[in-house]
């Protein structure tokens, strides 16, 4: 497929603890490949990938994904408001990682009010669940992403399971919020481009419907 030209931007941010596996994610992702042992991010590092949500409409994502660490923290904030979707990923085996989940999510919307993120809840390293390895259950992560007003999806950045998937849902997320009318695009801001002016209304709106319903709160989706 011919990605030269695209209609649309979308900037993504990776969000959660360190060590949860938001490079693997992305690695696995944008390169379809998985290493056991991958550096930590030093700040924010950056990916880009390109997907097409319905014949003809192509949509080019940028991703920042961040580090966990608190001491990059304020580099993190930084990108925050150009951002229109995210992913908060947790580490199923990791306890604390889980119920800091709701800090990161409080921290994003209230520097980005009245901005509206999109975002899903992702557990990531499924794979250790059949090794008896989940410190949380999927009945808790359903419990906390149905609080924040969002999508869960649990996946594996060892296997790919989900991975492709849950990348998918959340652009499709964003591109159906443009066709609704709900996510406007707006000058200086970042988290959208457009190639062409003749492409911010989409002709076709028959995209492909989710099972997940999701809910507002606050300043997210």
């Known amino acids: 497929m011919d990605f030269t030209f695209w209609q649309y931007q979308f900037r993504f941010i990776m969000l959660g603890d360190s060590t949860v596996g938001k490079s693997s994610l992305m690695k696995r992702f944008t390169e379809d490949v998985f290493m056991e042992s991958v550096n930590q991010t030093v700040g924010v590092d950056f990916y880009v990938h ?9 949509v080019k994502l ?3 994904d961040t580090a966990g660490q608190e001491r990059f923290r304020s580099v993190t ?7 229109v979707g995210g992913l908060l990923v947790f580490d199923m085996s990791n306890r604390d990682s889980f119920d800091h989940v709701k800090e990161w999510y409080d921290e994003v919307c209230d520097r980005v009010e009245p901005q509206r ?11 250790l669940d059949a090794q008896g390895g989940r410190a949380v259950t999927q009945e ?8 924040l007003g969002v999508s869960y999806m649990e996946v594996s950045a060892k296997t790919g399971h989900n991975v ?18 709900d996510i406007v695009l707006r000058e200086g801001w970042d988290g959208i481009k457009c190639a062409a002016p003749q492409t911010l ?3 076709n709106t028959s995209l492909t419907k989710t099972s997940t319903k999701t809910k507002t709160k606050k300043c997210c989706n």
Do not use: C, M
Request: charged share 25%.
């Open 50 to 58: 390109f997907l097409e949500v319905e014949p003809g409409v192509r």
């Open 62 to 64: 940028q991703f920042w």
């Open 77 to 83: 904030r930084s990108y925050y408001h150009n951002s």
């Open 117 to 127: 993120i999109q975002f899903i809840l992702v557990g990531q390293k499924s794979d």
């Open 140 to 147: 808790e992560a359903e419990k906390l992403a149905e609080k």
């Open 164 to 181: 492709k998937e849950v990348f998918e849902l959340l652009t499709q997320r964003v591109y159906q919020g443009i066709v609704s009318g």
């Open 201 to 203: 209304k989409p002709q």
